[in-house]
Nanobody, 129 residues
Framework: QVQLVESGGGLVQPGGSLSLSCAAS????????MGWFRQAPGKEREFVAS???????????YYADSVKDRFTISRDNANSALYLQMNNLKPEDTAVYYC???????????????????WGQGTQVTVSS
């Protein structure tokens, strides 16, 4: 059964850090583009970051402008895991964060489309004092 399970969300003060994880049970994990989206209350889901599959662009990363230089996406192909290190968090980062995966849409295109094949259930991140 294909599954993406996020963990690591919680409550943090502004300026703090959190690390999200996504455990994947998907065949050929290293051939998947992986990434994170988020959805705040009353807003549409938005792209956060993505990381390419193996090959010529192996491990290349892409970020939304709003999180660039604060968030870092990484992957561990040996353990079928995806991570998102979030530093200097701001109240506007409050949202449900979703892990996603796709074998056809390259990571470089994720900012322009949310129509990806696999999705997790999400984990809540709240930034508040």
């Amino acid at each position: 059964q294909v599954q993406l399970v996020e963990s690591g969300g919680g409550l943090v003060q502004p300026g703090g850090s959190l690390s999200l994880s996504c455990a994947a049970s998907i065949p050929a994990f290293s051939n998947l583009a992986m990434g994170w989206f988020r959805q705040a209350p009353g807003k549409e889901r938005e792209f956060v970051a993505s990381i390419s599959w193996t090959g010529a662009n192996e491990g290349r990363t892409y970020y939304a402008d709003s999180v660039k230089d604060r968030f870092t996406i990484s992957r561990d192909n040996a353990n079928s895991a995806l991570y998102l290190q979030m530093n200097n968090l701001k109240p506007e980062d409050t949202a449900v964060y979703y892990c996603a995966a796709d074998s056809s849409i390259p990571a470089t295109s994720w900012a322009r489309t949310g129509k990806l094949h696999y999705w997790g259930q999400g984990t809540q991140v709240t930034v508040s004092s």
